[in-house]
C-alpha cells in the first residue's frame, strides 16, 4: 500500500532517476559556468590597463570556489558521491587600519591565484562544458525515444480508425524502425551509467582535495596523534611516577604511625612535598600542551617559569627521590652530556623502571645502572622480586609499552623479563645517533654472560 500511496517518491529516490536529473542539469550548468568565467576571464586578459584587468582576472578566479561548493552540492545529492570538501583558502589577514581592507584583498587575490583547487574546478568547468550538453542529449533522446516508439505506430492506428480508412503500411515503411528505437535504448542506458561513472570520478578529482593537500592533512593526524602519545606519556611518567611514590610513602606511615610516630611525620612531610612537586609538573605538561610546544615552554625558565624538562643530568636526583620514598636503591651513573631527546628518555625510562618496582615489589632491593658507550647509552634497572608476574597486579599497565614506544622512537629497544639470579630486569639500549649499528644484538638475554650491546657497555664501562 505504502508503494501505490507513494509511486513519486519512489520515482525521485531512484538513483538512476537522480542520475538522468544530474545529467539535465549538466547542460545548464556546464554552459553557464563556462560563459560566466571564459567572460570574466577575457575581459581581465583583453583589458588593456592593468589595473583594471588583474583585479576582473583575479575576481573570477575567486568565484571558482563557490562554483565547487555548489557542485559538491550537486554530486552528493544527485550521484551520491560523498567529495571530501578541501581546506579553506588561508591568508594571512593584516591588523585593522584604512588599508587593511584593500590588503586583505589582495593577499586573498594572491592566494587564490596558487590555489591548487580553484585550478582544478576552472578544469571542472571546463569538462562540464563539454560533458554537460552532451549528457542532456543523451538523457533526453533516452527520455523522449520510448515515447516516439509508441506514440508513432498509435498515432498511425488513430488517424486511420478516424478516417475509416485501411492502414498503408507499404507507404508507411518508416514503422519498421521502432524495433530498431528499442535496441537503442541499450546503449543509451549504459552511456547514461558510463556518464555518471564518469562524473563520479571527475569529481572526487576537481571538486575534493589534492594530493599534496590530502597528504598535508595526513601529516597533521600523524603530528597530532603523535603530540597525544606525548603528552599520555610525560602524564603517565612524571604525574605516575610521584603518585606511586605519594602512595608508597602513605603505605609506609600508616603501617609505622603507632609505633614509630616520627617516621610517620617524616612520611606526610613527603607525601606534602610530592604532592607540590606533581602539582607543578601538571602545570608544565598543561602550559607545554597551551603553547603546542612543551620543550620551548619548558627552556624558557627564565621568562616562562617553568621548571625545564628532566633529562640525563638529573638521573641522580631521580635516584634520590626513590630513596627518600623509602626505597632500597643502588645507583652507578656514568654518563655525559646527551642530545636533549635521548637524554629525557633515558631519564624516563629508569623513572618508568623504578615506579614499577615500587608498586609492584616494594620493599625490595633495587639497581640501577646506566652507562654511555661510543656508540649507544645503556640503561639496567633491576629489582629482586622473582616470579613471571608482579606481584599484586590484577591488570597489565601502559608503563612497559610506553617504554618501548618511547625507546622506539628514539631508535633503541628495551628487553624487560626475569634474570638468571632470580630478579626482574628492565634493560635498554639507546643509539647516540639515529640508529643502533648493525651486527650488533640489542635484544638482552638476562643471562651474566649475555653479550648483547647495552651489557657489553655497562661491562665496558661500570666494570
Not at 525515444?145 to 507499404?170: G, K, N
Request: aromatic share 6%.
Amino acid at each position: 500500500m505504502k508503494a501505490l500511496r507513494h509511486p513519486t517518491r519512489r520515482l525521485v529516490d531512484s538513483a538512476e532517476t537522480r542520475a538522468e536529473a544530474y545529467l539535465l542539469l549538466g547542460g545548464a550548468f556546464g554552459v553557464l559556468w563556462f560563459t560566466l568565467i571564459g567572460t570574466l576571464y577575457l575581459s581581465g586578459l583583453l583589458t588593456k590597463v592593468l589595473l583594471v584587468g588583474l583585479p576582473v582576472f583575479a575576481g573570477a578566479h575567486m568565484l571558482l570556489r563557490p562554483i565547487g561548493r555548489f557542485e559538491r552540492f550537486l554530486v552528493k545529492s544527485l550521484l551520491g558521491q560523498d567529495v571530501t570538501t578541501p581546506e579553506p583558502l588561508r591568508y594571512e589577514r593584516s591588523a585593522g587600519s584604512r588599508i587593511s581592507g584593500l590588503v586583505d584583498v589582495s593577499r586573498r587575490g594572491y592566494a587564490v591565484l596558487q590555489d591548487g583547487h580553484s585550478w582544478r574546478v576552472l578544469v571542472w568547468t571546463l569538462g562540464r562544458f563539454v560533458l554537460g550538453p552532451l549528457g542532456l542529449v543523451v538523457v533526453v533522446v533516452y527520455v523522449i525515444l520510448p515515447m516516439l516508439l509508441v506514440a508513432a505506430p498509435l498515432a498511425v492506428v488513430v488517424d486511420a480508425v478516424s478516417e475509416d480508412v485501411s492502414i498503408d503500411f507499404a507507404g508507411k515503411s518508416w514503422l519498421l524502425l521502432c524495433p530498431v528505437g528499442l535496441v537503442v535504448l541499450v546503449p543509451l542506458r549504459a552511456a547514461i551509467r558510463g556518464l555518471t561513472t564518469l562524473h563520479r570520478r571527475f569529481a572526487g578529482w576537481a571538486l575534493g582535495p589534492g594530493r599534496r593537500e590530502i597528504a598535508a592533512a595526513a601529516l597533521a593526524r600523524a603530528a597530532q596523534a603523535e603530540e597525544q602519545v606525548r603528552i599520555d606519556q610525560e602524564l603517565h611518567d612524571s604525574i605516575g611516577h610521584m603518585l606511586s611514590m605519594i602512595v608508597v610513602q602513605a603505605g609506609a606511615g600508616a603501617h609505622v604511625f603507632d609505633q614509630d610516630p616520627d617516621f610517620a611525620r617524616q612520611a606526610l612531610g613527603t607525601i606534602e612535598r610530592r604532592g607540590r612537586a606533581a602539582l607543578g609538573e601538571l602545570d608544565r605538561i598543561i602550559s607545554g600542551i597551551r603553547d603546542h610546544n612543551s620543550d620551548k615552554a619548558a627552556g624558557a625558565a627564565g621568562t616562562g617559569g617553568h621548571a625545564p624538562l628532566p633529562g640525563g643530568g638529573d638521573l641522580p636526583t631521580l635516584v634520590a627521590g626513590a630513596r627518600e620514598a623509602g626505597m632500597d636503591v643502588t645507583s652507578r651513573i656514568r654518563i655525559g652530556e646527551l642530545p636533549p631527546a635521548l637524554g629525557r628518555g633515558v631519564y624516563r625510562i629508569v623513572q618508568e623502571a623504578l615506579t614499577n618496582a615500587a608498586k609492584h615489589a616494594p620493599g625490595r632491593a633495587v639497581a640501577v645502572d646506566v652507562a654511555m658507550g661510543e656508540e649507544a647509552v645503556a640503561v639496567s634497572v633491576v629489582n629482586e622480586f622473582h616470579g613471571s608476574t608482579w606481584p599484586g597486579s590484577a591488570t597489565p599497565g601502559h608503563g612497559l609499552a610506553f617504554m618501548r614506544d618511547r625507546a622506539a622512537l628514539l631508535g633503541g629497544e628495551v628487553s624487560v623479563g626475569e634474570t638468571r639470579s632470580g630478579g626482574f630486569a628492565v634493560r635498554a639500549v639507546l643509539p647516540l645517533t639515529t640508529m643502533l649499528p648493525n651486527g650488533r644484538s640489542t635484544r638482552c638475554s638476562f643471562s651474566p654472560r649475555c653479550d648483547c650491546l647495552g651489557c657489553t657497555i655497562r661491562r665496558s664501562v661500570l666494570g
